[in-house]
């Protein structure tokens, strides 16, 4: 059986070191048959880099009509604290960590 990331071809066209936010910013191509969700490319950036998956922040996945080739910009950084100081959170972030940790949002917000 193949696993989605085993029909994923990764290049990599741009890898930048950013020293001020502590991060690599990467331009990625993937082929894929289907466009790649954010899971999929997380835990195929993690291998390749050998880094944590919570330490990586997908910011876009553009895909051309037609076209099965897909450009993916992303940084990974250190840690997941450096990547929470940096990244701000979307509103669906942070009402999964509430759903996953109520007490911790409870002792933040007193």
């Not at 930048?16 to 997380?42: C, G, M, S, W, Y």
């Amino acid at each position: 059986m193949l696993l989605k990331q085993d029909k994923m071809k990764m290049n990599i066209i741009k890898e930048t070191k950013n020293p001020l936010f502590a991060r690599r910013e990467l331009q990625l191509t993937v082929d894929a048959e289907i466009v790649p969700n954010h899971k999929d490319i997380k835990k195929s950036i993690a291998e390749k880099f050998s880094v944590e998956e919570n330490a990586i922040k997908i910011k876009n996945i553009l895909g051309k009509f037609g076209s099965k080739t897909f450009t993916i910009y992303a940084n990974i950084y250190p840690s997941k604290e450096e990547k929470n100081k940096v990244e701000l959170k979307k509103k669906r972030e942070i009402e999964e960590e509430k759903a996953q940790n109520p007490e911790k949002v409870e002792e933040k917000t007193e």
